[in-house]
């Protein structure tokens, strides 16, 4: 099984100020496709997570641009590029290259 | 736009199997790959396994001997079976859309207890 290691666990930001999270795989998330399955996921207090990112670096419909994903093989982050208050929360990332799914162990955003 | 609407008990008792339905709306469940995550109180996301309407499907190795997936197409519908109950298995449970998924219901909270 794969394992995702996210660092920092915990990360306290200034409004207007950037962040970045790392996601480090235990082995090479790139299919024989071409394509390397590393998303990011939000979960805001109280709520379900949703998709920001997907196959490292494409944001889906509606996400703001200050999000962005960046990495290859067993290396990803995660900037976004100036914290807002609606950014707080945990984010996840997953690796979808092979059953079973795993997600790192998530990492708290405050501010 | 697909929803998906997690129902089932809020309380189980130890060594009881839980049941819980997803019901999909706003599309069918006859696409895709859907997948069944918990989060227990205050921890991190746990993916327990995904089933396509084909009727593949996989598992955490972690859960395998406890659960069964399966689709209900003519109702549209996802289910989860989890025996042997423990107070380990009180999460939130959610079903999502999707093998690395794309779109999540809101979640059931779950309580094993006597």
């Known amino acids: 099984e794969i394992v995702l290691t996210q660092t920092p666990l915990s990360l306290s930001v200034t409004p207007g100020q950037p962040a970045s999270i790392s996601c480090r795989s235990s082995?090479?998330?790139?299919?024989?496709?071409?394509?390397?399955?590393l998303y990011w996921y939000l979960q805001r207090p109280g709520q379900s997570p949703q998709l920001l990112i997907y196959?490292?670096?494409s944001r889906l419909s509606g996400v703001p641009d200050r999000f962005s994903g960046s990495g290859s093989g067993t290396d990803f982050t995660l900037e976004i590029s100036r914290v807002e208050a609606e950014d707080v929360g945990v984010y996840y990332c997953l690796q979808g290259l092979q059953f079973p799914r795993t997600f790192g162990q998530g990492t708290k955003v405050e501010i | 736009q697909v929803q998906l609407q997690e129902s089932g008990p809020g309380l189980v008792k130890p060594s009881e199997t839980l049941s819980l339905t997803c019901t999909v709306s706003g599309g069918s469940i006859s696409s895709y790959y859907w997948t069944w995550i918990r989060q227990p109180p205050g921890k991190g996301l746990e993916w327990i396994g995904s089933i396509r309407y084909s009727g593949s499907s996989y598992y955490n190795s972690s859960l395998k001997s406890r659960v069964i997936i399966s689709v209900d197409t003519s109702n549209n519908q996802l289910s989860l079976k989890l025996a042997s109950l423990t107070a380990a298995d009180t999460a939130v449970y959610y079903c999502?859309?999707?093998?690395?998924?794309?779109?999540w219901g809101r979640g059931t909270l779950v309580i094993v207890s006597s």
């Open positions: 196959e490292i670096s």
């Open positions: 999502a859309m999707g093998a690395s998924p794309f779109s």
């Open positions: 082995q090479s998330l790139l299919h024989s496709d071409g394509k390397t399955y």
